[in-house]
């Protein structure tokens, strides 16, 4: 039977269960989880807010995102992905756009209806109408045409258009 001595300095069940039985291991532990964590939301996983309703309905304002920096390391982006975009070299602003026309290829708005080469696209994304019409435009070699899912606004007031394969830093996960 202990004495109250050893009662009092022997650790307490909350202090075990803080720490464990080997504090030793618990640091080690500490410290493997927070280098994976920065090295993990640095290199690999990259956390946006959303600022703007241009991708509504899909994703929605002032929600938090995650970008997979790596999607795109054995094969180029597809039709149909949401990317992260930087419209200008060096920027700290990203945008959240998804990719309607691949390299090589011509894109046209015509009464709000999008056309791939003259031929018009199904995009079950787009919840709202548009009206938008635009002439076509052809796609360079190492460039992808970008837009949002929410079209209700006028053309001129979205940023849109083709960007550099540079520019995309992944894809976005729903």
Known sequence: MATSNEA???????????????PRRTLVRII??????????????????????????????NGVNFVNRLAYLFHEPRRGDVV????????????????????GETVAFHHGRLLINGQPLAEPYVKF???????PVPVGPDQYYL??????????????????????IGKVLL
């Open 32 to 61: 493997l989880l927070a280098i994976t964590s920065l090295i993990l939301f640095r290199y690999v996983l990259l956390p946006v807010r959303v600022s703007g309703g241009s991708m509504l309905p899909t994703y929605k304002e």
């Open 147 to 168: 837009v949002g899912d929410n079209r209700d606004n006028p053309r001129e007031g979205h940023e849109q258009g083709r960007a550099a394969r540079a520019l995309i």
């Open 84 to 103: 992260a975009v930087r419209l200008l070299a060096g920027a700290h602003r990203l945008y959240l756009k998804r990719i309607v026309g691949l390299p």
């Open 129 to 135: 109408p548009c009206d938008w019409n635009q002439n």
């Open 8 to 22: 009092k300095t022997a650790p307490g069940w909350g202090q075990r269960a803080l720490i464990g039985r080997h």
